[in-house]
């Protein structure tokens, strides 16, 4: 939970979870990523994932769950996201 107090709160925590999109959340792993935490950015993801998971079952709109994004911001298949 500190790590999400700490890199994702101040960032993208007063969101709705509709408006978090696959750029935001990039944008917050690479900035965690930045400074050297490749190991945080990875358990920051699978956190942020499993809000997803709780939150679309529950019904709250949202966009598709980050999981696609790797630590390096490269689809499943390889390619750059933007």
Do not use: H, W, Y
Request: with cysteine; proline share 10%; glycine share 10%.
């Amino acid at each position: 939970m500190r790590s999400l107090e700490r890199d994702v709160f101040p960032a993208i925590g007063g969101l709705p979870i509709a408006d978090l999109t696959p750029p935001l959340i990039l944008a917050v792993l690479r900035d965690i990523e930045a400074r050297g935490s490749i190991e945080t950015a990875k358990r920051i993801l699978q956190r942020i994932s499993c809000v997803f998971g709780f939150a679309i079952p529950e019904g709250k709109p949202a966009c598709n769950r980050p999981t696609p994004f790797s630590r390096t911001g490269r689809d499943r298949g390889g390619n750059a996201q933007e």
